[in-house]
């Protein structure tokens, strides 16, 4: 249980409220961005139970968030954020840092995260979803962490659970293709990528680029949680196929917002809420100081 504050219109705080056990979290990103989440959508039996939540984290104040609820028996809540929690001044892994020591606070053990990529596969066209199951971190936001009381273990950095859930209620998804495997390339932006770095990310393996991925699946294994995300394709990568149109990527921004939000929903309502075996991959570390002098001589 965590006290958090609502920010005002005036850029005040008060009116503090207490969150815990939330299980479910939802981190938008240019997917949903041009929505008001999930109100925008009037989906059926969801509510808006608090919005514009800031709490206060060792790392500085976190982004404003929303909590939610999903017409399930319980109804299950949601917490979300826009943009994955990037803050004005503040280094995408900070801000980071400071979201995810929020979901922990609140007890989060289910992440869903969304957004928009670059192609580098080049079957793959805008319009097309992919559902990643592992990654390739060229950003760098390296040290990014809570604390260094874990080794974490990323053999199998996509959760199952919640990668088949995504993918289950992905087959509804009718502007595109869907793809449930593929390597997420992760790059520091802000700008795109270079013909190049395309080219070098379609040699090592990558599918498809992004800048959101890393620090965050680091960051869920850390906390214990489950990570998987659903991507849109909106570009071409630089090379590949052919040049991308900023008006098709501006179409996408806009028109499909509504139809990405309502799958999230959707799934948020599917994600199995029993653990599963993502927590396992989550080791304490040995690297502390009652373990100097344990080692055994031979």
């Not at 088949?164 to 802000?190: C, D, I, M, P, Q």
């Amino acid at each position: 249980m965590v006290q958090v504050r609502r920010v005002q219109p005036d850029g005040g705080m008060n009116d503090s409220t207490m969150i815990g056990g939330v299980h479910l979290a939802l981190i938008g990103g240019s997917g949903t961005f041009s929505l008001n989440f999930p109100d925008d959508l009037e989906y059926p039996g969801v509510r808006v139970l608090e919005r514009d939540l800031v709490l206060e984290t060792p790392f500085g104040s976190s982004p404003p968030l929303k909590l939610f609820s999903l017409p399930t028996d319980p109804p299950r809540r949601v917490l979300t954020v826009k943009m994955h929690g990037r803050l004005p001044g503040v280094s995408w892994g900070d801000a980071s840092r400071r979201l995810f020591w929020v979901f922990k606070a609140a007890g989060v053990k289910k992440i869903v995260a969304e957004g928009g990529v670059g192609s580098v596969n080049p079957l793959l066209d805008p319009l097309d979803l992919v559902i990643p199951t592992d990654y390739l971190d060229f950003s760098l936001r390296k040290d990014v962490s809570l604390g260094e009381d874990f080794l974490c273990i990323m053999r199998q950095p996509i959760c199952p659970q919640v990668h088949r859930a995504l993918a289950a209620v992905a087959k509804s998804w009718e502007f595109g293709r869907v793809f449930t495997r593929g390597t997420y390339v992760v790059t520091e932006g802000r700008h795109f990528e270079s013909p190049a770095e395309v080219s070098m990310f379609r040699q090592w393996g990558g599918d498809i680029v992004g800048q959101t991925l890393c620090p965050e699946v680091y960051l869920a294994r850390e906390i214990g949680a489950c990570y998987a995300g659903v991507y849109l394709v909106v570009n071409y990568g630089e090379g590949v196929v052919k040049p991308w149109e900023y008006d098709v990527l501006r179409n996408i921004f806009f028109d499909q917002a509504a139809p990405l939000g309502r799958m999230l929903l959707q799934a948020l309502q599917e994600v199995p809420l029993d653990p599963c075996c993502c927590s396992g991959f989550r080791k304490p570390t040995l690297l502390h100081e009652g373990n100097i002098g344990k080692g055994r001589s031979k």
